[in-house]
């Protein structure tokens, strides 16, 4: 298949230039869109076999794959990859970087044609279903027409709830994991205080730091630390760290990190900072504190998948406080209402909301199960 | 009673300058050791009637007065004031503002006499067991000897712990609502998050803000904003504010505060700041994090309670997520195998941890008849 107008700018995966603008929910256009993606396997034949990845907040297209600022390994290589429910071997597994981020897609760090400056805060306000727009745009390009399956967690979860309600005859099959249909009031309250970490910092310059030499750095990490306690379970925080101390074994009658979990939590904010962009941040938070799937279907959920043949399979975690299993039962009653093939399991984790990212081999039976059962 | 070396600066409640310097846990003294105080009813002539009421983090000695800077009614009117279950009538009721805070009592606002400047950073970190230390010596100055009761909610339930653990002989009875023995990794997390904020705001100046004409409000604002949520259940805010917009009853797609609870969040932080202290927001959630009841006690809370007399009323409420139901029922099972008299109840209220200063009838109720019956 020809690959059109791909560059490897900035060192990051393959990157496309979309051939049309993007119609916003927002109103107006984007153009040009710009996405930053990665494969993996082959088409088959009948185009029968393709998967898109959808990822969550911070994530990335390096799904299975280094991570080329970090150099870590793929975020979901325990799901992605050899001998993995999602195998390049047997399917071709598209992932792209959403729009509005910051990994080769188009957001407020990319350069705006008209002015040949970044956007920053000029780039407009998109939603996830925008998002997932952008992406059927980016399938479009690779000849892909109908999906085998779309799978993503969190965020990534929210999309292919998108997908199914947006190209309902482009999915065959949906797996939706630790998400929900929309972001509640505490979820979109958590969002804020992160971005007014971000706009506090006076490094922040109004959105225009790009070029100045200093960056919200210190406001993002604060928006980092706040946002990963919500990613664990209290129980998983208590089992990681207790009330441990750091190695000096003996509290400091100071203002340093004493206890191991305030170490590890400074660790996440100083480590994000160096792979992500504050305004993509500020962005994708609000693309999804906009997100109510119901609200974009007349107020009732079910009206998103009336009448839908695309199979789904809704998993959740006993953990998961951001996005609880109260969340994900309200997902399944919408579809048992419209009359669609769901199946649903709540998984037991400590974890918490990173479960789906970590070794719950559960997870990965039912994923592989649910796929296979489409190929059989 | 003769009430010496009083004085009625700043305008606050009254102050005392203690007669003698404080050690602390930290080692060192705090010298000299003032503390801002109110005071409600009379103190009957067998010295009988003082109930001490110890506040929470962001609390003050205004417990049933009106705060001098916000102009509000005191914090506490629901459970302490004329008809209430503490009386002014029947009760000499005392409430002191913490050291460390910055509401008249000694804290890294204060004027250290030996520079003439304030305190800020060098002020000693403290423990809850130095407040509750200070709060003894106050007593002693105003003719106090044994308390009929002291209770609190939230930080005030610690002090309550600790003033059983540290003065069984002076306490008759304790109430401890919506509290715990020791913080619990999220909790030390969720603290860690404001003090980064505040700390990373450049307006803090390593503390030394105090004349400069700037205050780290945005960082102190962002800390509020982050605590203020784990105040509040979830379904709390759901049915507060769930996803209802702002007036303007539209997306802005924009940065505005577009939902109420972003909205309600913003006030929180701001109007938080123009009472409060950032170094005393520092240094008193450092104390409520290295508080371990246990941990004092050779690593056993029963210990902490070994052979005492002092009745106990341990309230937890069902949606409190920042303090929860468990750490209640482990305090009980220590008072338990201590042998205590421990009554124990789990309110159901929608409000989350807040609820222990709201309106919730049976509170009341189970604080009236614990005292009532000591006054029987």
Known sequence: MSIPSEDQRFGLARRVTLPRPLPLDGGGVLTPVEIGYETYGTLNADGSNAILITHALTGDQHVASVHPITGKPGWWTRMVGPGRPID???????????????????????????????????????????????????????????????????????????????????VRSVV????????????????????????????????????????????????????????????????????????????SFGFDADFQVESYLRHQGISFVERFDANSYLYITRAMDYFDLAEEHGGRLANAFQGTRTRFCVVSFDTDWLYPTAESRMIVHALNAAGAAVSFVELSSPFGHDAFLLDVPELNRVVDGFIRADES
Chains 1, 2 share one sequence.
């Open 88 to 170: 390049p071997a047997r399917h071709f597994i598209v992932c792209a970087n959403v729009i509005g981020s910051c990994m080769g897609s188009s957001g407020p760090a990319t350069i705006d044609p008209a002015t040949g400056t970044p956007w920053a805060m000029r780039f407009p306000v998109i939603t996830l279903r925008d998002m997932v727009r952008a992406q059927a745009m980016l399938l479009d390009h690779l000849g892909v027409g109908t999906l085998q399956a779309v799978i993503g967690g969190s965020m990534g979860g929210m999309q292919v709830l998108e997908w199914a309600a947006t190209f309902p005859d482009r």
């Open 176 to 251: 939706v994991i630790a998400s929900a249909a929309r972001h509640s009031a505490q979820n979109i309250a958590f969002h804020e205080v992160g971005r007014q970490a971000i706009m506090a910092d006076p490094n922040w310059q109004g959105g225009c730091y790009y070029g100045t030499g200093d960056t919200p750095a210190a406001g993002l990490a604060v928006a980092r630390m706040a946002a990963h306690i919500t990613y664990l379970s209290e129980a998983g925080l208590t089992e990681k760290f207790g009330r441990r101390l750091q190695a000096r074994d003996a509290k």
